[in-house]
Antibody, heavy 125, light 113 residues
Framework: EVQLVETGGGLIQPGGSLRLSCAASGFTVSSNYMSWVRQAPGKGLEWVSVIYSGGSTYYADSVKGRFTISRDNSKNTLYLQMNSLRAEDTAVYYC???????????????????WGQGTLVTVSS | QSVLTQPPSVSGAPGQRVTISCTGS?????????VHWYQQLPGTAPKLLIY???NRPSGVPDRFSGSKSGTSASLAITGLQAEDEADYYC?????????????FGGGTKLTVL
């Protein structure tokens, strides 16, 4: 059974750093694309970052240069290092497994087939 | 402002049929990228409901169906039940920027009357 369990959230002051972890079971993190998606209180879903099975990483413009996605293959765990945190980073952070969908030619689409339960990050003084 | 546009809310009585629209543009849905739908019950994580425009993962009732046409997509729920009350999000991919650009709709709150 596929399971994703996030930890590491909490209350942090603006400008601070936090590292989120996502422990996976039932599949191999390094063989899959993995993502972080966040949801601000009362708001919709916002994609944050992705790491490909080959190791390439991408970020939303809102977090580029401040957040770093990584994984530890030996622990089958995904991470999100968050630096220079701002009030607008306050959200529940979900990790999710990404599935590619071939749509013809060199076109690929993506969706999230499994999600963790989320961990709340609150940035406030 | 979300890249994909959904109505903020829809409602229906038990047993009725409701639809939720998701409108995009020529750089996402209209470019041929698939649309996927997620259900988020109150206080829980999103759950995949429909993938690849119209496919249901194992365990999702056939009361839920999806379709796509042009730059829009729709989620239909028939035989509405109280437990369907949730937020629903559409998601696709956008090619207007380089890199990896998954985009979501703003979400639609379904109320079962």
């Amino acid at each position: 059974e596929v399971q994703l369990v996030e930890t590491g959230g909490g209350l942090i002051q603006p400008g601070g750093s936090l590292r989120l972890s996502c422990a996976a079971s039932g599949f191999t993190v390094s063989s899959n694309y993995m993502s972080w998606v966040r949801q601000a209180p009362g708001k919709g879903l916002e994609w944050v970052s992705v790491i490909y099975s080959g190791g390439s990483t991408y970020y939303a413009d809102s977090v580029k240069g401040r957040f770093t996605i990584s994984r530890d293959n030996s622990k089958n765990t995904l991470y999100l290092q968050m630096n220079s945190l701002r009030a607008e980073d306050t959200a529940v952070y979900y990790c999710a497994r990404v599935k590619p969908v071939y749509c013809g030619g060199d076109c690929y689409s993506y969706y999230f087939d499994y999600w963790g339960q989320g961990t709340l990050v609150t940035v406030s003084s | 402002q979300s890249v994909l546009t959904q109505p903020p809310s829809v409602s229906g009585a038990p047993g009725q049929r409701v639809t939720i629209s998701c409108t995009g543009s020529s750089s996402n849905i209209g470019a041929g990228y698939d649309v996927h739908w997620y259900q988020q019950l109150p206080g829980t994580a999103p759950k995949l409901l429909i993938y690849g425009n119209s496919n249901r993962p194992s365990g999702v009732p056939d009361r839920f169906s999806g379709s796509k046409s042009g730059t829009s997509a729709s989620l239909a729920i028939t035989g509405l039940q109280a437990e369907d009350e949730a937020d629903y999000y559409c998601q696709s991919y956008d090619s207007s920027l380089s890199g990896f650009h998954v985009v979501f709709g703003g979400g639609t709150k379904l109320t079962v009357l």
